[in-house]
Structures are given as C-alpha cells and as structure tokens.
C-alpha cells in the first residue's frame, strides 16, 4: 500500500489545517491508519489513530485540539488540526501496519509550520 499525505503549510498560531492521507489500493476499509507526528529535535511521536470501526484514539497532550476521521469511499484519513500552536510545528505522517506483510507503511510526510 502507498501513503500519500497533503495539506500542511503555514499557519498563524490559533489557526486550523486539515491534512489528508490518500492511500492506494482497495483495502482501505480494512486498515487501521494513524498519524504521526515529528517535530525539529524530537523523535516521531503518535498523534491519533482511527480503527476499522472508526473508534478513535489520541495522545492526552493533544487537549482535543486535533479530530482523526476517515472516509472509505475515498481512502482517505484526515487530521483536522484547530488552535494550532507554534509546537505544533513539525511533519506529520500517516502510518498503517499490515498484519499479513508484517510491516509499516508511512506516508512521505507534510510540513506543518505554526508562526507565533
């Protein structure tokens, strides 16, 4: 499976992004998808992940500024990012793991940069 993220850019702190995550194939609706994120000096963090069922999970630190959601028709997982702050800056990857390849699969990444 291929990941294809888009949407970041930059944002003024308090500012919203949504990225989306277009992944190939036609076994979307079996994938468990997250999102990741790194930021500059740090390790590659999980955000959120959205199961097959849709039940959705975040990181505490988060505060409920970021939604995770999907849509199968289109294979296509968001991240809608609202009161974004300057730490928020980072690239931010999509990420699936198939059970039967034993593997993950990342997105390339896309640049979200916050400016105070």
């Known amino acids: 499976v291929q990941l294809q993220a888009s949407g970041g850019g930059l944002v003024q702190a308090g500012g919203s992004l949504r990225l989306s995550c277009v992944a190939s194939?036609?076994?979307?609706?079996?994938?468990?998808m997250g999102w990741y994120r790194q930021t500059p000096g740090n390790v590659r963090e999980i955000l959120a992940t959205?199961?097959?069922?849709?039940?959705?999970n975040y990181v505490d630190s988060l505060e409920g500024r970021f939604t995770i959601s999907r849509d199968n028709a289109k294979n296509t997982v968001y991240l809608q990012m609202s009161s974004l702050k300057p730490e928020d800056t980072g690239v931010y990857y999509c990420?699936?793991?198939?059970?039967?390849?034993?593997?993950?699969?990342w997105g390339q990444g896309t640049l979200v940069t916050v400016s105070s």
């Open positions: 990420n699936t793991y198939l059970p039967d390849k034993r593997r993950y699969y």
């Open positions: 194939g036609n076994i979307f609706s079996n994938l468990v």
């Open positions: 959205i199961a097959i069922d849709g039940t959705t």
